[in-house]
Each structure stands twice: as C-alpha cells, then as structure tokens.
C-alpha cells in the first residue's frame, strides 16, 4: 500500500515517513524542494515535487497512491494577511480533498492543531469535545486549521477522514528549525527569559506514531489529541537545563510587558513590517494551555513518553547537524 504525505520536508512529516517505512509502507513525499529533505534515499521512498495549492501536482503526485496523510501548512507566525494562511492551510487542503475523492483514494489523514479544540487546566486538560476557545480563536494560523478541518469533514460523505492533533512537537529532522527553536532559546543559557504560560509538549515521535496508528486504526469523522505532557514553560526549561548539566537562572517575563511587546507587534505589522510579535501571540504565552492524550491511547493505542526523551533526541540531532 503506498501512502502519499504532503508537505514531506516538515518536522512531523519526516517523522511519520519514517514510522511509515518501518511498518513497511511504500511512501510517496510530495515537497516543493527535494534539496530540503531531510532523509537519505532508501526503497519504499519516492519523492515528488509538487505544491497543494497546485491542483495539477497534486492529481499528478496522488494518482497511483491509496492513502493520503495531509501534513502540509503553513505555521509562519509573521504572515501579515490572513489570506496568507487561508491559501494554503485552506483552499490547499481543499485541493487534496478533491484530488484525493477523484482518485478515490481509501482515507484522508488531516493532521490540525491541538488548538482547534479548547484547552484546560492541569486538573482538567482540554480534550476533543471542547470547541476552541480564547486566545487561539483569534490567531490566524488556527484559525485556518480549523477551517482546514471543517473542510474535512464537509468531504465525509464521500471519503473516509480521520483527524489527528497534536500539540507543541519536540524532536529530531527540525531542519528549520521549528518548534525546535525552544530548545536553541535555552540551550547552555546562564539565564533563561520565559512566559508566564504553559503548553503541552508532545516527542513528534510519538506523534508520527500517532499518525500512522490513525491511518491504521482512527475511526471514520473522528479526532485525536496527540498530547504529551503538560507543562508551564518553567518547567520544561528546567527539563531542558537538566539534560546539558547548566546551573541557569530562569526569569519569568510579567504579562504587562509580553502585553506591551504584543501591541507594539500590532503597529510594526500594520506598517507592514513582518513579526511574530502580536498582541495575539503575547497573550497565548500567558496561558497554561493543557491538553489530554486518553482518547488517541484508549482508541489509537499509541503510547506517549515523557519529553525528557523528544529533549534529548532533538539536542542529539541538532548536534549532529551542527544546528546548536
């Protein structure tokens, strides 16, 4: 059986490739730069260049193909239009919706967010029937993975969809790097800055397995958090100083500055100046949003490790790329 991922050349998409290989898939990776992937050549790997917001690269790159496992998006937090995000995460997926029905591909994974559904609290992390709440109904990029998923599940009727979320992704093959960014913010620091808030941290191998369990075994409209462990930015950062062995001062950041920092943002992008500082943003950093991971073990079986494991693979990986 060959499955077709999009977006190949990303953090959880390498991953998946690899889960995919190793339970003896054959994989096609559509990617717009075969020079960004991450992956030595090896059987059962064939890569593609194309783009989901390419109608005819995408009915090209699928036709031969009985699975799709929909990775791309975009996730750029300096993009100053929401349309920006609406193209790609949106009518992109659209296109794979389409190309896949009319090639009657057997199941569509839509990999989202964990941010489209609501979070919680330590006591009572956010799950899968809490619809998505303050700060994140506000931020472009979910904004449009919500309607990404929407879009999804509009396509139910005449293709089998199943939808995985994960959280904040930790791990190796962060070529950018991504989310990994964290783990250079803090790498060997004396003196580690930190927002009040936290997140749920999840090893993006899990999370491939994750994904590759719920193209096995994800029942059909379905979603699943694809959650780790939940922690406030302190804490992982300790996690993190553990690990390399540095004595480091951690400073929490008070919310009226990341406020502050957050309205300056909204100018500088009103002028037109790209940033990731938002008035959006800054508050999402002082919020412990938490989620659980019961649904995706119980129905999925996927199994979940601390994410001293996803720091340490990362720090590895990173090294070895001379990335830290």
Not at 4 to 13: E, I, K, R, S, W
Not at 289 to 307: D, H, M, P, V
């Amino acid at each position: 059986m060959k499955v077709l991922v999009t977006g190949a050349n990303g953090l959880l998409a390498t991953n998946t490739i690899i889960t995919l290989l190793s339970r003896g898939y054959q994989v096609k990776g559509l990617i717009r730069d075969t020079r960004k992937f991450l992956l030595p050549a090896q059987d059962n790997l064939e890569l593609t260049v194309g783009d989901i917001t390419s109608p005819l690269s995408l009915d090209q790159a699928i036709g031969d193909c009985d699975y799709v496992i929909h990775c791309a998006a975009t996730t750029d937090q300096h993009l100053l239009h929401y349309d920006d995000y609406h193209r790609i995460n949106v009518q992109g997926t659209e296109n794979v919706i389409r190309a896949a029905i009319k090639h009657r591909i057997k199941k569509i994974v839509y990999v989202g967010t964990a941010n489209t559904f609501g979070y919680g609290t330590l006591e009572e992390p956010g799950n899968e029937a809490l619809p998505p709440n303050a700060p994140f109904v506000y931020a472009w990029y979910a904004k449009s993975k919500l309607e990404g998923q929407h879009c999804i599940l509009a396509a139910a009727g005449k293709i089998d969809v199943t939808i995985v979320s994960p959280t904040f992704m930790i791990g190796p093959y962060d070529g950018k790097p991504s989310s990994g960014t964290i783990i250079h913010m803090a790498y060997r620091k004396k003196v580690v800055l930190h927002p009040p808030g936290g997140k749920n941290f999840v090893n993006v191998e899990d999370a491939a397995n994750g994904v590759v369990d719920a193209l096995e075994k994800g029942k059909h409209k379905e979603a699943y958090l694809l959650a780790g462990e939940n922690l406030t930015y302190r804490a992982f950062f300790r996690k993190l100083s553990a690990q390399t062995g540095q004595q480091t001062l951690f400073i929490q950041i008070p919310p009226w500055l990341l406020h502050a920092a957050g309205y300056v943002g909204d100018i500088l992008r009103w002028l037109g100046v790209r940033t990731a500082l938002s008035r959006v943003n800054m508050k999402i950093l002082c919020v412990n949003n938490y989620y659980t991971n019961k649904k995706a073990q119980a129905e999925l079986g996927t199994s979940f490790r601390s994410i001293e494991n996803g720091i340490a693979t990362a720090i590895d990986w990173f090294r070895r790329h001379k990335m830290l």
